[in-house]
């Protein structure tokens, strides 16, 4: 737990026709390095995040869909973890989206 990901793809652009494409991106980040005089790499917190860009189109993948993906893909991503309910101990869970407009200032 010494490095973090930024921007990190292990997936191809996955196809759905009429419903458009998307691909994931991964972040992961150590957290607690230096808080109480821990050491990088003594600290095994680590903040992990999955995004992609999707318009708002009615058609593209809903977000539960996306959500659902994060945990199947989170054991592919970090091999260490083969069941997330199980090899986890969340301290938070945040799922967002972030509206883009075509026309913004």
Do not use: C
Not at 14 to 35: C, H, K, M, S, T
Request: charged content about 25%; hydrophobic content about 30%; cysteine-free.
């Amino acid at each position: 737990n010494l490095i973090g990901d930024i921007i990190y793809t292990n997936s191809e652009v996955r196809d759905f026709g009429e419903n458009g494409q998307l691909q994931y991106f991964w972040e992961a980040f150590p957290v607690g390095i230096g808080r109480d005089g821990k050491e990088p790499g003594t600290s095994d917190v680590k903040t992990t995040y999955m995004f992609t860009y999707l318009d708002a189109d009615e058609k593209r993948p809903s977000l539960s869909t996306v959500m659902d993906d994060y945990w199947n893909l989170l054991p592919i991503y970090q091999p260490s973890i083969t069941d997330p309910e199980k090899d986890l101990d969340f301290k938070r869970v945040l799922f967002a989206y972030f509206p883009t407009y075509r026309d913004s200032p």
